[in-house]
C-alpha cells in the first residue's frame, strides 16, 4: 500500500496535464468549422501545449537542480542570472546584422544557450567566491541579472521598431512564437538532457549536506556539480530560445513540490517538471478563454510569483533567516 | 585487543605551510585520542585522514580486507599480510569510502531535511522510500533518534542534531565496522551530547575498537583520558606532532605544563 500512496500524487498530476492538455488542444473543433479548426489544432494549439510542456518542465527541473548545487532553495534561472544571459545573447544577435538571416530562428537557441552556459558559470564561480551563503549566491545572481538588463536596456536605444517588438519578446516570454519544426529540434536537444539528469538525481540527494559530505561518499561533486550546471545551462537557454525570459516559474515550483512531497530528488525533479508543465499550461488556457489578448507569460507568472515570494520569505525557516528564534 | 592488520598510513603530510605531520600509521584495533589546543591542527590531521585535505597519500592495508574475506579462519602472521602489496587510495576510492566514516559537528542548513531524509539520503544504499530506512540495533539504540524521525533536523537542537549525524556516519560505513574493518574519524563527538549519551557512544567505540576498527577522535576531554589507558594518544601543537603514544606511558603532567599551559586537571 505504501508504494501506491507514493504514486498517486504522480497519477493525478498527469490526469490533471491530460486534461489541460486536451482542453487546450480540442476547443478549437467545438467554436470553429473543422477546415479551420484543424489549421488553429496544428498550427496554434499543439505548438502552445508542446512549447508550454518543454518550457515549464525545463524551467522547473533545472531550477530544482540549481536549488541544490546552490544550497539555495529560493535559487531560480530568472533571479540568479541564467534567463538574462540567455536573454543578453538574444538580443545581442537580433539586434546583429544576422538578424537578417532567414535561419535565424534556429540560431537563437545557440546563442540562448551559450548565454545561460556563460551566466551559470559567472555566477557558480562568484557564489563559489562568497562561499555559498544563500544571500551570497542570490545577491550574486542578482547582480548579474541586474548588468545583463543594464546592456539590454541600452539595446533598447538602438533598436528600430521591428527589433524593438523582437526585443520585448525575449524579454517578456510568450509560447506563441514556436512552430512544429523547431519544437522537434527542441525536444531532441531535451531528450539527452533528461537522460543526464535521471544518472544525476540519486546524487543529487548527497549534495544537501554539502561538497564534502557528498565527496565522502565517493561522489566526484565536481563532475556531478559541473555535469549539472551544463544540463540546466542547455535546459534554460533551450527554454529562452523558444519562449523568451519567464521568471518566478522556477521558484514557484519546486518550492511548493518540496512542501508537499519532502526532499527526495527523485520525486521532487520529475514532479517539478510536470507541475510546470501543467503551471503553464494553465497560463495557455487562461489566454485562450480569457477573450483578451494573449497575455505575455512573464506577467502573469510575476503577478503571483512577486507575491509568492514575499510569502516565502515571510515563512521560511528561523534558520534560514539568520536568527534562532 | 583484536588480531587486526588494518593499517592506514598517512604520509609527509602538509595541508598548509602551518600544518606539517610526520608519517602516521594508525593500526587496526586501535582507539587514537587526538589532543591539542585550539588551533593546534587536530582538525586539520582528521580531514586529511578523511581525504578531504589533499595530503602527499593515504594508504589503507587493503590486502587485508580481501585476504581475511579469502582465508576465512585461517590464520594468517602479520609478515604475510604485509608482504602483499598496499593500494593507495583517493577519496572518492569506493573502496576507500566504505571503510570510512567522517564526523564534524559543523553542517550546512540550507533545506529543512527531516532527520528521516538525512539518513535516507546519506547511508550508502539509498533505500525506495523513507519508511525503509533501518538503523542497526545498536546504533539505534545508542543514539536514540527514532522520535525525531519526522522532524526537520533544523528544529532540533545541537545535541539533538549531533546524535543524528553521528547515527548517520556510524550507519554508513556499519558493515565495516562489523567486519573490523572501519576507520571511524570523529571531531569532538561529544560535543552537545548528554553525559548518558557520551558514556552510551564511549562504549560503543571501544565494542567496535575490540572487533579490529580504528576510532580517531580528536577531542578535549583531558580528564576522562585516565580511564583509557591502553588506548593510543596523538598530541598536537602548532600544526606539529609532538607526542605519540599509549596513554598510560606519556609523561601528562610534562604535557599540561608545555602544551596546554595549565599545571593539573
Not at chain 2, 594468517?76 to 564526523?103: A, D
Request: with cysteine; hydrophobic share 50%.
Amino acid at each position: 500500500m505504501p508504494q501506491t500512496n507514493y504514486k498517486m500524487p504522480q497519477v493525478c498530476l498527469l490526469l490533471i496535464f491530460v486534461s489541460l492538455a486536451l482542453l487546450n488542444l480540442l476547443h478549437p473543433l467545438w467554436f470553429y468549422d473543422q477546415a479551420i479548426a484543424w489549421q488553429i489544432f496544428w498550427h496554434l494549439q499543439v505548438p502552445q501545449v508542446v512549447t508550454a510542456l518543454i518550457v515549464g518542465s525545463a524551467l522547473s527541473a533545472s531550477a530544482a537542480v540549481l536549488q541544490v548545487l546552490l544550497r539555495n532553495p529560493l535559487a531560480d534561472p530568472g533571479m540568479i542570472g541564467i534567463s538574462s544571459g540567455a536573454s543578453l545573447m538574444a538580443a545581442l544577435l537580433l539586434l546583429s546584422p544576422l538578424a537578417q538571416w532567414n535561419y535565424i530562428t534556429y540560431l537563437l537557441p545557440l546563442a540562448c544557450f551559450t548565454g545561460a552556459l556563460a551566466s551559470t558559470w559567472l555566477m557558480f564561480y562568484l557564489a563559489r567566491k562568497l562561499a555559498f551563503t544563500p544571500a551570497a549566491v542570490i545577491l550574486a545572481g542578482i547582480a548579474l541579472s541586474t548588468i545583463s538588463s543594464a546592456v539590454v536596456a541600452w539595446l533598447y536605444l538602438y533598436a528600430s521598431p521591428n527589433q524593438l517588438r523582437d526585443l520585448t519578446f525575449w524579454l517578456m516570454g510568450s509560447l506563441q512564437y514556436t512552430d512544429l519544426w523547431l519544437l522537434g529540434i527542441a525536444g531532441c536537444i531535451l531528450l539527452p538532457c533528461v537522460r543526464v539528469l535521471s544518472v544525476l538525481i540519486p546524487k543529487l540527494n548527497r549534495l544537501y549536506l554539502g561538497p564534502q559530505q557528498a565527496s565522502l561518499l565517493g561522489i566526484d561533486v565536481r563532475k556531478t556539480t559541473q555535469t549539472s550546471l551544463f544540463v540546466c545551462a542547455v535546459m534554460v537557454g533551450l527554454s529562452v530560445a523558444i519562449a523568451g525570459a519567464i521568471a518566478f516559474i522556477g521558484l514557484l515550483v519546486p518550492h511548493v513540490v518540496r512542501k508537499l512531497t519532502g526532499h527526495d530528488n527523485r520525486t521532487v525533479i520529475p514532479i517539478s517538471a510536470l507541475v510546470g508543465g501543467i503551471f503553464l499550461l494553465c497560463i495557455v488556457t487562461f489566454n485562450t478563454f480569457s477573450g483578451s489578448i494573449a497575455l505575455p507569460v512573464s506577467l502573469l507568472t510575476a503577478t503571483i510569483g512577486g507575491p509568492f515570494f514575499i510569502y516565502i520569505l515571510f515563512h521560511r525557516q528561523p534558520h534560514l533567516s539568520g536568527v534562532r528564534q | 585487543m583484536a588480531n587486526s592488520l588494518l593499517n592506514i598510513t598517512l604520509q609527509a603530510c602538509a595541508a598548509t605551510p602551518r600544518y606539517e605531520f610526520p608519517e602516521i600509521t594508525l593500526h587496526g584495533g586501535r582507539f587514537i585520542h587526538v589532543l591539542g589546543p585550539n588551533g593546534a591542527g587536530k582538525s586539520t590531521l582528521l580531514l586529511l585522514l578523511a581525504g578531504l585535505l589533499e595530503p602527499k597519500r593515504v594508504r589503507l592495508c587493503h590486502s587485508y580486507l580481501h585476504c581475511k574475506a579469502e582465508a576465512g579462519n585461517k590464520d594468517m602472521t602479520e609478515n604475510s599480510i604485509k608482504g602483499m602489496r598496499e593500494n593507495v587510495l583517493t577519496p572518492n576510492n569506493n573502496s576507500w569510502h566504505r571503510h570510512r566514516g567522517y564526523f564534524c559537528t559543523q553542517y550546512d542548513p540550507s533545506f529543512a531535511l527531516k532527520v528521516a531524509d538525512v539518513l535516507q539520503f546519506f547511508v550508502l544504499e539509498p533505500s525506495a522510500n523513507k519508511n525503509s530506512v533501518i538503523l542497526a540495533p545498536e546504533i539505534e539504540r545508542v543514539f536514540a533518534i527514532r522520535q525525531y524521525w519526522d522532524r526537520p533536523i533544523t528544529e532540533l537542537s545541537t545535541g539533538q542534531q549531533n546524535r543524528v549525524h553521528l547515527a548517520r556516519v556510524c550507519q554508513q560505513i556499519y558493515p565495516a565496522l562489523q567486519q573490523g574493518r572501519g576507520i571511524l574519524l570523529l571531531d569532538e563527538a561529544f560535543s552537545g551530547l548528554d553525559i548518558y549519551y557520551q558514556q552510551q557512544l564511549m562504549s560503543l567505540l571501544q565494542r567496535w575498537v575490540a572487533l579490529g576498527n580504528i576510532i580517531v577522535h580528536a577531542h578535549h576531554e583531558l580528564h576522562s583520558l585516565a580511564k583509557y589507558p591502553d588506548d593510543e594518544a596523538l598530541v598536537i601543537a602548532d600544526g606539529k606532532l609532538v607526542h605519540r603514544g599509549r596513554i598510560a606511558s606519556l609523561d601528562w603532567s610534562n604535557i599540561y605544563q608545555t602544551i596546554f599551559q595549565v599545571d593539573t586537571i
